[in-house]
């Protein structure tokens, strides 16, 4: 073997053991993360806990979400319609505001209600589950908590109060960038609100009546801290979706991502948001409908 090739070799060599360790790395800080929101389920073995923390997220997520919508019909409204002419600011405003209110519970619910795909029983020969009666197909996860195996799982999600699977994981996704535009819309198109009411808020000069003010910082804080949560974790999955793979795939089976390819990446978001052959991505990310996926004939 020639120098050049002995030379070639050991830098290839190099370059994978600096790709392992800065994996090694990644996967790290993301298995952390998992055990802090309880995806892990070797971390909690105690599944009332998990179902116990599952209840408190649901609670804070429907809490977090009628407040902001109860502030913007309320507070943020009557600010523009004493501002701005009614058409077609306010108006706008207004049917803006009517889709995201309807869109961040559809799908919710969806992904909340929606039932795994139901697995076909043990079997003699087959692979089978350790710790239920169903067979375990190539891809298919137990989750302790929910006492079931999933299909394609993700991860258990406690603010949904269960797994997120090729089930409802189009919904999930839909409802994380409802939310997220539902943040971006509260905002950044009020931009005057803030500015003209988180002032008079901060000012220590300014009359204790100032209600409108209070509500203001008080409003700004949550939709600050939900819209960070929310724009990581869209730019979490849009990574996953467009790279192959799942979070627990990522996370505990070590498999990195497949080749990137426009057309590759346009087929697995079709694939991953339910959308049929009549259908589109776009419709699927701005009309809310119907994306659990409810036997295999789907896949």
């Given at each position: 073997?020639?120098?050049?090739?002995?030379?070639?070799?050991?830098?290839?060599?190099?370059?994978?053991?600096r790709?392992?360790?800065?994996?090694?790395?990644?996967?790290g800080?993301?298995r952390?993360?998992?055990?802090?929101?309880?995806?892990?389920?070797?971390?909690?073995?105690?599944?009332?806990?998990?179902?116990?923390?599952?209840?408190?997220?649901?609670?804070?997520?429907?809490?977090k979400?009628?407040?902001?919508v109860?502030?913007?019909?309320?507070?943020?409204?009557?600010f523009?319609y004493?501002?701005?002419?009614?058409?077609?600011?306010?108006?706008?405003?207004?049917?803006?505001?009517?889709?995201?209110?309807?869109?961040?519970?559809?799908?919710?619910?969806?992904?909340?209600?929606?039932?795994?795909?139901?697995?076909?029983?043990?079997t003699?020969?087959?692979?089978?589950c350790?710790?239920?009666?169903?067979?375990?197909?190539r891809?298919?996860?137990?989750?302790?908590?929910?006492?079931?195996?999933?299909?394609?799982?993700?991860?258990?999600?406690?603010?949904?109060?269960?797994?997120?699977?090729?089930?409802n994981?189009?919904?999930f996704?839909?409802?994380?960038?409802?939310?997220?535009?539902?943040?971006?819309?509260?905002?950044?198109?009020?931009?005057?609100?803030?500015?003209?009411?988180?002032?008079?808020?901060?000012?220590?000069?300014?009359?204790?009546?100032?209600?409108?003010?209070?509500?203001?910082?008080?409003?700004?804080?949550?939709?600050?801290?939900?819209?960070?949560?929310?724009?990581?974790?869209?730019?979490?999955?849009?990574?996953?979706?467009?790279?192959g793979?799942?979070?627990?795939?990522?996370?505990?089976?070590k498999e990195?991502?497949?080749?990137l390819?426009l057309?590759?990446?346009?087929?697995?978001?079709?694939?991953?948001?339910?959308?049929?052959?009549?259908?589109?991505?776009?419709?699927?990310?701005?009309?809310?409908?119907?994306?659990?996926?409810r036997?295999?004939?789907?896949?």
């Amino acid at each position: 073997m020639r120098k050049g090739e002995y030379i070639q070799r050991d830098r290839k060599e190099k370059i994978r053991e600096r790709n392992v360790e800065t994996r090694g790395k990644v996967l790290g800080i993301l298995r952390f993360g998992s055990k802090i929101v309880g995806n892990d389920d070797s971390i909690i073995n105690e599944s009332s806990l998990m179902k116990v923390l599952d209840k408190l997220c649901i609670t804070l997520a429907v809490a977090k979400t009628t407040w902001i919508v109860f502030f913007f019909f309320t507070v943020q409204l009557p600010f523009d319609y004493e501002r701005l002419d009614f058409f077609p600011f306010t108006l706008l405003r207004v049917l803006c505001g009517l889709w995201l209110t309807y869109s961040v519970p559809y799908h919710y619910l969806k992904a909340r209600t929606a039932e795994p795909i139901q697995l076909p029983k043990r079997t003699p020969t087959g692979p089978n589950c350790s710790f239920c009666t169903s067979s375990k197909p190539r891809l298919t996860s137990h989750c302790r908590t929910c006492d079931t195996c999933v299909y394609r799982r993700d991860h258990h999600c406690p603010w949904m109060g269960q797994c997120i699977g090729i089930h409802n994981q189009a919904n999930f996704f839909l409802f994380l960038f409802s939310v997220f535009l539902s943040t971006i819309f509260v905002l950044y198109v009020e931009y005057e609100f803030w500015m003209e009411n988180v002032k008079i808020w901060i000012d220590k000069s300014a009359s204790s009546t100032q209600w409108n003010s209070k509500v203001a910082g008080f409003s700004l804080s949550i939709i600050i801290s939900l819209h960070l949560i929310m724009l990581s974790f869209v730019i979490t999955y849009v990574f996953l979706v467009s790279g192959g793979f799942a979070l627990l795939d990522m996370l505990f089976q070590k498999e990195g991502a497949q080749k990137l390819t426009l057309s590759k990446i346009h087929l697995r978001w079709r694939q991953y948001l339910a959308v049929r052959r009549d259908d589109s991505i776009l419709r699927a990310l701005f009309i809310p409908s119907d994306r659990v996926v409810r036997d295999f004939d789907f896949i």
